[in-house]
């Protein structure tokens, strides 16, 4: 068994939900969170001229605007092969250090779990 088929089926989804967002949007990330209730927030990367925030971001400050109060889990589907210092920080100031933030790939293989 890979470590993409031992994810919990909630966890999958988000990763699911963050490659439609990354397809849908042809944007470079997609990005999607859970929220402590089991709300879930969609996003892709904003790039315009007086904004950019990676997906991630983009996809914690939409639970937050939506009043979240904590993450139980984040996804990201990039082409990166680490998730970038600032989308950590946000998982992080919203969750907490044992929160996972799921790394996949753009085919939805989970590359790493932080």
């Not at 042809?26 to 859970?34: Q, T």
């Not at 904004?51 to 996809?59: E, H, W, Y």
């Amino acid at each position: 068994m890979t470590e993409s088929t031992a994810l919990d089926p909630e966890d999958r989804k988000i990763i699911t939900l963050a490659r439609s967002a990354r397809a849908r949007n042809g944007v470079a990330e997609g990005a999607a969170v859970r929220d402590e209730t089991g709300r879930t927030y969609v996003a892709g990367t904003v790039e315009l001229p007086s904004l950019k925030l990676s997906a991630l971001q983009t996809a914690v400050a939409m639970a937050v605007a939506s009043g979240a109060k904590s993450l139980e889990a984040a996804a990201v589907v990039t082409e990166a092969t680490h998730p970038a210092e600032a989308d950590v920080a946000a998982v992080r100031d919203l969750g907490d250090p044992t929160t996972p933030l799921l790394l996949a790939a753009p085919d939805g293989t989970l590359k790493s779990t932080l």
